[in-house]
Structures are given as C-alpha cells and as structure tokens.
C-alpha cells in the first residue's frame, strides 16, 4: 500500500520532506521499511501544498517517484509550511493514471488515503476526481464534512468491515490523520509537525500512532483520539 507524509509548520522544502530524508518517500517508493501491504510503491506519486497565497499547488505523476527527475530538479526551490505528498501502490482493478494518485483537494485541503475500500461502501460522489476508492472516498469525506471524519470512517467501515482506512488531510492550519489498519506516526520537531506512514529517519522522537487513533496537529497542539472509546 501507499506511504504518505503530511508538515504542517515553518516553510520547509519539498526536497527536505520528500527527496533528501534518507529514508523518506523516495526510499519508500522503493523500500520501504514498515509496510505490511506490498513491497514498493511504483505506481506514481503526488505531492500538494498551499503556496504564499493559500492557493492548493499540485504535482501529480503515474510514475514511480524515482523516475520524476524533473521534480527532483525543481524540488529543492519549493517551500511551504503546509505539505501533503504520497508514493503509491496501485490497489488491483483502481485506474492507473494520475488522477487516481493522491493527494486530492477540495478548497484549501489535500487528502490522501492509505489502504482500500469497496467502491460501493462509499457513497458516489459527483466531486470526485477519479472512479479509483481513494479518490472515491476523499470526496465522500469532503461532502460530509471533514469535521465527521471519524464518523464518516465509521459508517465506510460498518459497510466494508475489510476497508482499510489510514488516511491524512491537512488545510495548512490543521493536519488530520486517523490509523486504520495501515501504520502512521508523528514527530513534533521545533518548527512544526510531521505525520507520515513511516519515520523519513533514525532520530529520536517518532511516535506511532495506536490502531483506530486519530492525530490532529493545530495551533493548540497535537491531540490524540481513540476512536474506539469516542464511539
Ligand atoms: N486504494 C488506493 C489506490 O489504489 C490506495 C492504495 C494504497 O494505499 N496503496 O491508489
């Protein structure tokens, strides 16, 4: 399955979240090192963030990441303090294009989706960006309201028990990210906070997130929800 990777803080380049961490999601597109679903993430990738505007900006590509030299190129002159970026590892029969790649936006917020589900334990939406689960299942939560991910995740799980559901959203005042049956943590570092599928390195300070928790990271500081005692 996919790795994912969410900042939220001081402006921080692209290349710094993405291509430089010796284990960041350029390794992971290759290898990964706590996966339990798939062994590389090589079908494309994308990364989002709100630039000085607070306009969504968006790379996307059906290739794997190691192959985007151009990105690579372009990445070390592109900062912002709210990121969302995500190597993927097409789920069988979901499109292989770039638009069925994460992250996908509404507005201000980038979503991205680790795991699957049945595309008819989702309601269909006509926002939706791609016939893929993922891109099915952001605009089901973006139509609900994000503020009833939770619930909403609830409900998908209660119509599709095999659903996995890790997902994460960030706006650029919050990021949002639930475990569910995929692997996330979280590292608060001085000038902000990072959420990813997988530490990007060896240093101290990277927390995992328990099974059915839920993370927000805002202004107020990180919370932490157990989903299974909030319902
Ligand atoms: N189901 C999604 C897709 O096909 C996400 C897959 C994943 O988490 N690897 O893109």
New binding site residues.
């Given amino acids: 399955?996919?790795r994912h990777l969410a900042w939220l803080g001081a402006p921080r380049t692209l290349s710094s979240l993405i291509t430089e961490p010796e284990y960041g999601l350029l390794r992971q597109s290759y290898a990964p090192r706590q996966q339990r679903h798939?062994l590389l993430n090589a079908d494309g990738w994308g990364v989002g963030f709100l630039d000085d505007t607070g306009t969504v900006r968006r790379w996307r590509s059906p290739r794997p990441l190691w192959n985007d030299a151009s990105f690579a190129s372009i990445a070390p002159v592109l900062s912002s303090g709210c990121v969302l970026a995500a190597v993927?590892?097409?789920?069988v029969g979901?499109p292989p294009d770039e638009t069925?790649a994460a992250p996908f936006t509404d507005g201000r917020w980038l979503f991205s989706?680790?795991?699957?589900v049945a595309l008819d334990a989702v309601p269909t939406s006509s926002a939706a960006e791609s016939i893929?689960?993922?891109a099915q299942l952001a605009a089901h939560i973006f139509d609900t309201g994000v503020e009833h991910l939770a619930e909403t995740l609830a409900k998908v799980a209660a119509a599709d028990p095999d659903a996995r559901l890790t997902v994460l959203l960030t706006d650029g005042s919050r990021i949002l990210g639930v475990a569910w049956d995929n692997e996330l943590c979280y590292r608060q570092l001085p000038d902000g906070v990072v959420v990813a599928s997988e530490p990007y390195d060896d240093e101290r300070g990277w927390v995992s997130l328990a099974d059915h928790h839920m993370i927000e990271v805002s202004d107020a500081g990180i919370m932490i929800t157990d989903l299974e005692s909030a319902n």
């Fill in positions: 399955m996919c798939g993927r590892s097409a789920t979901m069925a989706h680790n795991g699957r893929g689960d993922s």
